[in-house]
Nanobody, 129 residues
Framework: QVQLAESGGGSVQAGGSLRLSCEVS???????MGWFRHSAGTSASDREG??????????YYADSVKGRFTISQDRNKNTLYLQMNSLKPEDTATYYC?????????????????????WGQGTLVTVSS
């Protein structure tokens, strides 16, 4: 069983930076790991794929965050990271850590929460203008 726990959210002004962390427990070597987000006003059951990484370190990004966000992992510490730079008000959302064998399919797309093997509890990021 995979368990995920995010931290690092908060409030920041536009142009600022935040780093999210996700502590991972359980067997994940065959999974993609990634970050998704849910923005207020969108369907509660859908989350947008922001960035995904595989076990080799290959990473994939939604067009909306390319060049600004970086996903990384420290397998020794069992931790997944999302470095977010040049934040914009439209990045305001609850960010979720996720694990699934097919996660790469949903980069830049919305996925229903039931379609993904494991989710963290979410961490809120608020970007003010």
């Amino acid at each position: 069983q995979v368990q995920l726990a995010e931290s690092g959210g908060g409030s920041v002004q536009a142009g600022g930076s935040l780093r999210l962390s996700c502590e991972v427990s359980g067997y994940t070597s065959r999974f993609y790991m990634g970050w998704f987000r849910h923005s207020a006003g969108t369907s509660a059951s859908d989350r947008e794929g922001v960035a995904v990484i595989d076990s080799t370190g290959a990473s994939y990004y939604a067009d909306s965050v390319k060049g600004r966000f970086t996903i990384s992992q420290d397998r020794n510490k069992n931790t997944l990271y999302l470095q977010m730079n040049s934040l914009k008000p439209e990045d305001t959302a609850t960010y979720y850590c996720a694990a699934d064998p097919n996660l790469r399919l949903w980069v830049g797309r919305s996925v229903g929460v039931l379609a993904v093997y494991a989710w963290g509890q979410g961490t809120l990021v608020t970007v003010s203008s």
